[in-house]
């Protein structure tokens, strides 16, 4: 059907009306929910969730054992997550947007799997690292752990996994910086253990905060 | 592409139109009535954006959008992003009263077609 047909004419009598009418409204509501989901991503949200992320890389690469280097991403990633989440809201209450009957639904559904992966494996790591060890708790330094420092590339490439899979619906600056997450992560997996807070400064610190800067000019904060 | 529940036989007499409601031919356009939905439902939005969300080329856009800015339902501002020209586009409130009037139109063709 050509894209410029109206949704209901009166010269189209095989088609009931109310079926047109019908097919009017489902329209109407899957081009909001599609918009919407096209442009409920918090730009400041994202730089915010940057400024935290190169804040915890500075004082996570001066932590002396794997316990704390983990408690202080940890905690990071609360704080990400309840920054992005919060601005999220915000930015879909100013809009107007429903968030959990639509684009907030697909967003979550398509980054929350990945995330989880993340979260599952760092506790199946971590808890391989304190058996190997025979410590109640990984007290030697990251770049000397058995598996651990594996575990920055593997968040980068998790994390964006998940934003691309999330922002197959979003503006396009989403999924090229999930695209970017894996490169990063890559790299990261790659590169020698003591370059572990870096790569996560420059994912989750630099990534963000470009790209947040980039969809607040072009998308609105 | 014609679909095949279109095609009417010209043997076949076309059954007479049934009545509806009256209708803003502004907004009764598939092309506008995604704009106006899309702008609606998203705020302030770039031509780019736009464009791919609804999957128009950019000349079947611009021109519905000048029709809905004509008619008072968008505005259209034209701005500089560093070096880049960005088109955005925002619903009016008569855009929304539109869109909403149409969304009670529809409702009603509902009602009177199921009595």
Redesign the interface.
């Known amino acids: 059907m050509p894209a410029d047909r109206p949704a209901l004419r009166r010269t189209e009598p095989p088609i009931a009306p109310d079926a047109a009418a019908h097919a009017s409204l489902r329209y109407i509501r899957d081009t909001m929910a599609r918009t919407a989901t096209f442009t409920a991503v918090p730009g400041y949200g994202g730089v915010a969730m940057g400024a935290t992320a190169v804040a915890a890389a500075v004082w996570a690469a001066r932590q002396p054992t794997v316990s704390g280097w983990l408690s202080v991403w940890s905690a990071e990633a609360l704080v990400g997550a309840t920054v992005g989440a919060l601005t999220l809201v915000r930015k879909a209450r100013t809009n107007g947007v429903p968030l959990l009957s639509g684009p907030g639904r697909t967003f979550l559904l398509g980054l929350l799997p990945a995330l989880l992966v993340g979260v599952a494996l760092t506790l199946a790591v971590y808890a391989a690292e304190v058996v190997q060890t025979g410590q109640t708790y990984a007290v030697q330094g990251v770049s000397r752990s058995l598996t651990l420092h594996l575990l920055p590339g593997l968040w980068l490439m998790l994390y964006g996994a998940g934003v691309v899979s999330a922002g197959m619906f979003s503006v396009r600056l989403v999924p090229a910086m999930g695209g970017l997450f894996l490169l990063v992560g890559a790299l990261a997996l790659a590169a020698p253990a003591r370059f572990a807070d870096v790569s996560l400064g420059v994912g989750f610190g630099g990534l963000h905060v470009v790209f947040g800067v980039l969809i607040a000019r072009r998308h609105g904060g | 592409?014609a679909?095949p529940?279109?095609r009417?036989s010209p043997r076949t007499p076309?059954?007479?139109?049934?009545a509806?409601p009256d209708?803003d031919a502004v907004v009764?356009?598939?092309?506008r009535?995604?704009i106006l939905?899309?702008?609606?439902?998203?705020?302030?939005?770039?031509f780019t954006?736009l464009r791919?969300?609804?999957?128009?080329t950019d000349g079947?856009l611009s021109v519905?959008a000048r029709k809905l800015e004509e008619a008072g339902y968008i505005t259209v501002r034209k701005r500089f992003?560093g070096r880049v020209p960005?088109t955005e586009f925002e619903a009016t409130d008569a855009g929304r009263a539109a869109?909403h009037g149409?969304?009670d139109a529809?409702?009603a063709?509902?009602r009177?077609?199921?009595g």
Request: proline content about 4%.
């Open positions: 592409m679909r529940t279109d009417v076309a059954r007479p139109a049934p509806v209708l009764h356009q598939r092309v009535l995604g939905s899309a702008l609606v439902a998203g705020g302030a939005t770039s954006d791919t969300v609804l999957s128009l079947n519905h992003a960005l869109l149409y969304l529809m409702e063709v509902i009177v077609a199921r």
